[in-house]
């Protein structure tokens, strides 16, 4: 399983991934500090086995500051008992602890963006160690893949479960199979603006059956969204045959993100009016956005429009922007993939 030219992991769980039952326990990173000599992260995990079956890997907490995907999988880890399971359920619902617990897209250790350093490194930083952990040693024991994401503190998204177009086209309708059974209210062919150093490009070169979501964001949850994650964990658990029941089926509406015209972003810093509201149809050369300038009166507002015609399927969500920043994503109704 491990590449020979790589150290071990620094990592040691507290749990035993063949095991029987439910742990729970921490992936224990040693991080050596100030306040702390010989201290360690203690990553939460959780284990839920019974017998031989799939393997499904649930996450959260990839980025610090989204808490649909955190606030089903503690409640998940804490109710599913084993005998509703055939096969394991790993679920890690805070994979970037240290970021989590600051509330921050990135850690404040070392400031690592966790989904842009797969494959990581044994021997990085502490960022760089976790995904080391997940690439070498949790991902390889997976047969389907969740990880929720949301929109964080800087972006609000319409609440979908997303895959990616894949070479293999068997793995990629695999993939939408599964998007399809997590029934959000909105399924997504996802197109990454920078797919280099994903999770989800980690675990798809491997072959795995990958989704993932976007369940809202501005740094919080909402109600509907979390009930969205809880109904979508569970009914992906059904959908692999690792637990037993009905999928709790909700109408879904599949959008499409055919190019990277999708995607606006500020030129300029300013206070941004977003002129639609998520879910809303901008046809194509309408303005999705305008960028007033604020340090002194009289100045027009700068015009953002849109490059195609779609629905606004993300925005930038707090109310100032800086030049680089995306202000808006747009999405495509497209037809049901058949199954
Ligand atoms: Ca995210």
């Not at 969205?228 to 964990?233: E, L, N, P, W």
């Amino acid at each position: 399983m491990l590449a020979s030219n790589l150290h071990p992991s620094p990592i040691t769980p507290t749990v035993d991934f063949d095991a029987d039952g439910v742990q729970h326990g921490f992936l224990r990173l040693p991080f050596s500090r100030d306040d702390s000599a010989w201290g360690s992260v203690m990553i939460p995990i959780a284990v839920i086995k019974n017998g031989t079956g799939p393997t499904a890997l649930l996450t959260g907490g990839n980025h610090g500051d989204e808490y649909e995907g955190p606030l089903a999988l503690y409640e998940l880890a804490r109710t599913l008992q084993p005998d509703r399971v055939t096969g394991t359920v790993i679920i890690a619902p805070a994979m970037n602890y240290p970021a989590f617990r600051a509330a921050s897209r990135t850690s404040p250790i070392d400031k690592g963006n966790l989904n842009r350093l797969f494959p990581g490194r044994p021997d990085g930083t502490v960022t760089e160690k976790i995904a080391d952990y997940f690439q070498r040693y949790l991902l390889p024991r997976a047969d389907i893949v969740l990880d929720y994401h949301s929109g964080g503190r800087t972006l609000d998204f319409l609440p979908f479960c997303a895959a990616h177009i894949l070479p293999d086209k068997t793995q990629e309708a695999r993939a939408f199979q599964a998007v399809e059974a997590f029934a959000a209210p909105y399924s997504v062919r996802m197109l990454e603006i920078d797919a280099i150093g994903m999770y989800d490009t980690a675990a798809e070169e491997m072959g795995k059956v990958f989704v993932t979501t976007e369940l809202g964001g501005g740094g919080t949850a909402r109600a509907e969204t979390v009930r969205i994650a809880r109904r979508g964990a569970m009914n992906l658990l059904i959908h692999a045959g690792i637990v037993a029941g009905e999928p709790d089926i909700k109408p879904t509406r599949w959008l499409d993100m055919p190019s990277d015209d999708c995607f606006a972003f500020a030129e300029e810093d300013g206070m941004i009016e977003t002129m639609v509201d998520l879910g809303e149809p901008v046809g194509k050369g309408e303005v999705v956005a305008r960028v007033h300038p604020i340090g002194r009166t009289g100045l027009a507002p700068r015009e953002i429009r849109a490059r195609m015609s779609g629905l606004l399927a993300a925005r930038h969500f707090p109310g100032l922007v800086k030049a680089g920043d995306c202000v808006s994503v747009l999405a495509v109704e497209g037809e049901p993939v058949e199954p």
